[in-house]
């Protein structure tokens, strides 16, 4: 199979690329490096990360239709694993328009090539984050999301949505993941975990919202890319499929891990709820389990994975430990 990785310099995309292309995929990816969080994360994943893997690398924006249009055009696409987006819910309340620009158009750009260029199948990222204002427990894909709370999350809800006028009208297979708190080694600076190991190892405070009283279905980056590859294998004319951990973890209880694997504790800064966040989201991941997935990694172990690659990577704390890690989990 020739699949089209959009993002795929990012922390999701990179990790899929390479489960990919380890099993044997041929990947095209498409990134443009912008600068949402470092590049050179993203160059490092590229060049470090997915070094002696074999896959074509385009460097451009997808909000560039003649652009994408040369790619679809030379390389023969299978697939399209869609990916790219501007992520995360804060920043979207400072920058909306982006989010309709690379999200919503960038989207619709990548669908309308597809149907063009006959994609058997259309994979893309939704989040957790279009449950919004839901009343329900735990989330499930038939509950109602009219309700967002942010841009990012209307964004999202606005990819489901195109891509259902895309399988009705055009035939085209779709399916959108709806990624729950995902985490793990070469994840991104813009979240909880990254940024609380970096403020503890700096001896700074981290900021903690809603008093702490929050919880997720915190899901690890391999479990993430197992869900994803049953996904891509399926031939679904239109799916919305949850993926997320299989327990609900509270936020305090991810910091005390954090603290137990750097050894250090964490100064809180307890911050009342920002707006655009929600409280709790779990998953209910039974649709993904019927095709025989299950969430394999516990927070205890991820978070262990996460710290030692982040020592590592930043040359800092216990080298030896974070070293020996790397080399078992590679
Ligand atoms: N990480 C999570 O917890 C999470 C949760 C829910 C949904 N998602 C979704 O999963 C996808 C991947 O997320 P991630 O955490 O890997 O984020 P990421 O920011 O690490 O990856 C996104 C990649 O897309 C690229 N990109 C952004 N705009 C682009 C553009 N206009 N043209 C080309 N490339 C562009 C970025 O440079 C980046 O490398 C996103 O769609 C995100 O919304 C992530």
Not at 37 to 51: A, C, H, Q, V, W
Not at 57 to 70: A, H, K, N, V
Not at 77 to 100: C, N, Q, T, W
């Amino acid at each position: 199979m020739k699949i089209l990785v959009t993002g795929g310099a990012g922390f999701i995309g990179s990790h899929l690329s390479k489960a990919l292309i380890e099993r044997g995929d041929n990947v095209v990816i498409i990134d443009n490096f912008n600068d949402f969080y470092d590049p050179k994360l993203k160059r490092d994943r590229i060049s470090k990360f997915l070094k002696g893997c074999k896959f074509t690398l385009y460097e451009g924006d997808i909000r560039d239709y003649q652009f994408l249009e040369t790619i679809f055009k030379k390389e023969k696409l299978d697939k399209v694993m869609h990916l790219a987006a501007v992520a995360g819910v804060r920043h979207s309340l400072i920058d909306p328009f982006v989010y309709e620009e690379v999200n919503v158009r960038g989207t619709l750009n990548l669908l309308e090539l597809s149907v063009k260029y006959k994609i058997q199948n259309f994979i893309f990222a939704s989040s957790s984050s279009v449950y919004g204002l839901s009343k329900e427990a735990i989330f499930s894909e038939h509950h109602c999301v009219d309700f967002p709370i942010s841009m990012y999350a209307a964004s999202k809800r606005a990819k489901e949505l195109m891509a259902h006028v895309y399988s009705h009208i055009h035939g085209l297979n779709t399916v959108g993941l709806r990624y729950f708190s995902v985490y793990g080694p070469w994840g991104r600076p813009d979240m909880a975990l990254f940024k609380f190991t970096k403020n503890i190892l700096e001896d700074k405070p981290i900021d903690v919202y809603n008093y702490g009283k929050m919880s997720r279905s915190f899901t690890y980056i391999d479990d993430i890319v197992t869900g994803t590859l049953k996904a891509i294998d399926q031939n679904f004319k239109y799916e919305i499929i949850n993926i997320g951990g299989a327990k609900e973890e509270q936020l305090m209880r991810y910091i005390k891990l954090i603290e137990k694997y750097l050894g250090k504790k964490a100064k809180k800064n307890l911050m009342p709820m920002q707006p655009g966040d929600i409280h709790v989201s779990m998953a209910d991941s039974r649709k993904l389990s019927k095709l025989d997935w299950n969430p394999k990694t516990s927070i205890d172990e991820g978070i262990k994975h996460f710290i030692n690659w982040y020592k590592n990577y930043y040359n800092v704390g216990d080298q030896e430990e974070a070293e020996a890690e790397q080399t078992a989990s590679v």
